[in-house]
């Protein structure tokens, strides 16, 4: 079920997401503050502090360091936004629930991000982590309610795969699909270790640049 890194041995294959230009654009602090104000689909990616976010960006737009991986987890305050061949944005939000802070500021992630999802007119979608070792926490749970309830598109990729054996991966995505009741194709298996779902989430995320704002549904 998971495949190996697309290495040289299978470059003939198609990429979905071939980076030729990549461009930090700038960050945003708070809520009513500066963003960038760009034209461009927007797409953001979400987690819980330590989930592998900064791992699989970096996997993602095939850069060493192109978002810092830190073993200080719970620093980010910021959103980050980053253009990706002058077509398209990738966000990094700042990683929420990090277990050794004060339950104040754990709880400080959920204006910042709520607003953002609330108010990007250019957003298209979210990329929502999850760590395949752990059982979604209530910080997850408020995080998969709240885009429910603003109905944003959302794909789930859980992180960190080489750490189960290979033959736990698809019993674990259909326990993680059962118990925040999505449909298992919603869900991606990703390692940024061996590079194994990096192609299944290029395509994804392409596929939520490509589509209409759902707002403008609305
Ligand atoms: N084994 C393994 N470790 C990972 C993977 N992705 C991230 N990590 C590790 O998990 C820790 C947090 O990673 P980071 O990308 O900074 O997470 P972030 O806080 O969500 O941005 C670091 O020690 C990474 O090396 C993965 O796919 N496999
Ligand atoms: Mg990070």
Known sequence: MTTQSSGPADSGKHDPLVIRDL???????????????TELPEVAFAGR???????????LVRRKAFARVSNT???????????????FVLVDLPGYGYARVSKARRAEWRPLIEGYL????????????????????DDDRQMFDLLAELG???????????????SQVAPRLLTL???LELDDDQLIA??????????????AVMSLIAQPSWKAEA
């Open 190 to 203: 990703f390692s940024a270790t061996t590079g194994a779902g990096r192609d299944d989430l290029a395509e």
């Open 49 to 59: 502090s330590n989930v592998g976010k900064s791992s699989l960006l970096n996997r």
């Open 23 to 37: 461009e930090f654009i700038g960050g945003m602090a708070t809520v009513d503050g500066w963003r960038p104000q």
């Open 73 to 87: 987890p719970g620093r980010t305050r910021e959103l980050n936004f980053f253009k990706v061949n002058r077509e």
């Open 152 to 166: 944003v598109p959302t794909i789930v990729v859980v992180t960190k795969t080489d750490k189960l054996k290979a």
């Open 118 to 137: 609330r108010k990007s007119a250019t957003l298209r979608g979210i990329v929502q982590l999850l760590d395949a070792r752990h059982d979604p926490t």
């Open 177 to 179: 699909a059962g118990e």
